[in-house]
T-cell receptor, first 113, second 109 residues
Framework: NAGVTQTPKFRILKIGQSMTLQCTQD?????MYWYRQDPGMGLKLIYY???????DKGEVPNGYNVSRSTTEDFPLRLELAAPSQTSVYFC????????????FGPGTRLTVT | GESVGLHLPTLSVQEGDNSIINCAYS??????FIWYKQESGKGPQFIID?????DKRQGQRVTVLLNKTVKHLSLQIAATQPGDSAVYFC????????FGQGTILTVHP
């Protein structure tokens, strides 16, 4: 299994541009999550999904959108990029809500200038 | 509580020493706690967890201690190795997962 994969690894955006961060897992996990990690900080939950077709807001959802059309994929959309969205973005998945079962992807480093 | 910014606490140890990493959590109602290890350029990796009805849990070379009276969590790493060098985060769970500040552990050969 590849586990959780994310693309791209790095991206530079100009203010106002949009982009989609891709996340795919091949473990048939029901739960998927998007986090952002700012320098020197822990992770903050942006959005999560408990299954295909179901998504919900986390701690910091503003400026982002998600969709979950399949079990495997959970893309994160930035519509109007702002410098405050410069961060490292991690996708994770788990079979259940027990958080010890979360598997993290390698991250996407995004810079908005 | 949230991090104060870019200056994470640091801990430097010699290879073979025992390491103790501390964490203060914020919600007395949190019922589950986790320690994660994050190596440079990678996502967090689960190390060990503990439920609020326990005060100690041991894993392979790691022990987590929970003191609910003072809302304090610690991670003890026995016989620390250079491969243990990373940032260590505690996280508390009350409905959702909330990460703590993080501590940089550097192990010198």
């Amino acid at each position: 299994n590849a586990g959780v994969t994310q693309t791209p690894k790095f991206r530079i955006l100009k203010i106002g541009q949009s982009m989609t961060l891709q996340c795919t897992q091949d473990m048939n996990h029901n739960y998927m999550y998007w986090y952002r990690q700012d320098p020197g900080m822990g992770l903050k939950l942006i959005y999560y999904s408990v299954g295909a077709g179901i998504t919900d807001k986390g701690e910091v959802p503003n400026g982002y959108n998600v969709s979950r059309s399949t079990t495997e994929d959970f893309p994160l959309r930035l519509e109007l990029a702002a410098p405050s969205q410069t961060s490292v973005y991690f996708c994770a998945s788990s079979q259940g809500l027990r958080t010890d079962e979360q598997y993290f992807g390698p991250g996407t480093r995004l810079t908005v200038t | 509580g949230e991090s104060v910014g870019l200056h994470l606490p640091t801990l430097s140890v010699q290879e073979g020493d025992n390491s103790i990493i501390n964490c203060a959590y914020s919600n007395s109602a949190s019922d589950y706690f986790i320690w994660y290890k994050q190596e440079s350029g990678k996502g967090p990796q689960f190390i060990i967890d503990i439920r609020s009805n326990m005060d100690k849990r041991q894993g392979q070379r790691v022990t987590v201690l929970l003191n609910k009276t003072v809302k304090h969590l610690s991670l003890q790493i026995a016989a620390t190795q250079p491969g243990d060098s990373a940032v260590y985060f505690c996280a508390e769970v009350y409905g959702k997962l909330t990460f703590g500040q993080g501590t940089i552990l550097t192990v010198h050969p």
